[in-house]
Each structure stands twice: as structure tokens, then as C-alpha cells.
């Protein structure tokens, strides 16, 4: 039996909170985690959009369903996902691809070119968006890594010189049992060791967003 690949025509979606004019000086890209869906996922960044901040939200190529097959199809949760270990480097190539078309659809859109980026990844979107940058075409500001790890098969060293032109958050909520004291404090030390000076934002939470926090980040330049 052999392995053959093949590439293949297929359609994903991103969402956009707010519009591209004129006034827009800002772009997020926000990437969301294991299971979720864009839609949803963009719903906590509404109230950071107006005439000159819009939030794109791509959603990951790959959707599932949530709940128990005992349960009807119309019962069921769906989220998505960028990756698997299954052909793992073919999806990671496929999902850097579509990112940077993303970005390239987005930005052409504006009808000022200029536009501050800003690159945030959440939990499973962490290395999503780190592989993305180091990989793609995409340019980033700021960088934002909330609630994930980092890429364990990347060698940062060789990319610090892209990371550092950007403006690097780690985020993490003091109650996230995904991200405890130990991956967090291993994580830091992988960005110190490839040159990556960074951020940390802590925040009395668990493995979610906060409000307050993006509001910080929003606000910071």
C-alpha cells in the first residue's frame, strides 16, 4: 500500500467584526482553540472593534463533532481543529496557507494600507499562529500567546529574528489547569533562551479569555 497526497479545492470561512473603511489603523487575527468555532470564538472581541480596530476571526479547517454519537446529528456540538498528529505536516502546510490568505484577502481590503497587526492565539491557536508567522508570508506588530504552548518541534532560535520585530503578550490565567506554573515557567524560558523578550500578563482566571485583559492589550501600543 502506498501513500499518495493530493491537493484539493476545499472552502473555509473567517469572520470579520467590523469594517474595513478608511479609518481602520488596526487589525486583529485571532485564532481560536481546540473545539471552538470562529463564530463564537469573535463574539469576546466585539467590544474591541469600532472605526478603527476590526477583528478577523479564521476558523480551522478541520470540524468535529463535540458530543456523543448517541446523539442526534442536530443535537450535536460541533468545534474545529488546525491540527491532528494524522499528516500532521501536510495540515500544518495546508493551515499556513490559508492563513496567509486570509491575511492577504483582509488587507487588501483596506483601502490605506499601513495597518497595525495585531496576531493573537489562543490554547490550541498558540502554535497555531507561531507556526503561521514563522512559516508564512503573514507580518505581524504584536503578538499575543494566551492559555497555549508553544510549538515543541520548532526551533525558536532560528525565527527570534522575525518574533523580534514584533511586540510579544504571554497570557495565562493563575486557575488554568491546562497551563500550569511548571509548562508556563518552560515556556518563558524557551523565548528568553531564543532571544524572544515578551510580556507576561497574569489574570485571576481559568483557560479562557478576559475581558479586562484584552482591554489591556487593546489599549497598549
Do not use: N
Amino acid at each position: 500500500m502506498i501513500e499518495r497526497p493530493l491537493r484539493t479545492w476545499r472552502t473555509a470561512r473567517y469572520y470579520v467584526v467590523g469594517t474595513p473603511g478608511a479609518a481602520v489603523r488596526e487589525v486583529w487575527f485571532v485564532c481560536h482553540g481546540y473545539g471552538q468555532l470562529a463564530a463564537s470564538f469573535a463574539k469576546d472581541f466585539e467590544k474591541l472593534a469600532g472605526a478603527e480596530r476590526i477583528i478577523v476571526a479564521p476558523e480551522a479547517l478541520s470540524r468535529f463533532y463535540l458530543d456523543a454519537l448517541d446523539q442526534s446529528a442536530g443535537e450535536r456540538r460541533v468545534g474545529a481543529t488546525w491540527m491532528t498528529r494524522e499528516d500532521r505536516e501536510s495540515e500544518i502546510g495546508d493551515y499556513v496557507g490559508y492563513l496567509d490568505a486570509v491575511f492577504a484577502a483582509v488587507m487588501a481590503e483596506l483601502p490605506v494600507p499601513g495597518a497595525r497587526v495585531h496576531v493573537l492565539g489562543f490554547s490550541q491557536g498558540v502554535t497555531t499562529v507561531m507556526r503561521w508567522l514563522a512559516l508564512g508570508t503573514a507580518r505581524a506588530d504584536a503578538l499575543t500567546l494566551w492559555a497555549g504552548g508553544l510549538p515543541h518541534d520548532m526551533a525558536l532560535d532560528a525565527y527570534a529574528v522575525r518574533f523580534g520585530r514584533m511586540k510579544v503578550t504571554v497570557v495565562a490565567g493563575e486557575r488554568d489547569r491546562l497551563v500550569g506554573e511548571e509548562p508556563l515557567a518552560a515556556a518563558r524560558e524557551r523565548l528568553f533562551s531564543a532571544g524572544i523578550d515578551h510580556q507576561l500578563i497574569r489574570f485571576a482566571g481559568g483557560h479562557r479569555l478576559d475581558d479586562a485583559v484584552l482591554r489591556q492589550l487593546a489599549d497598549a501600543r
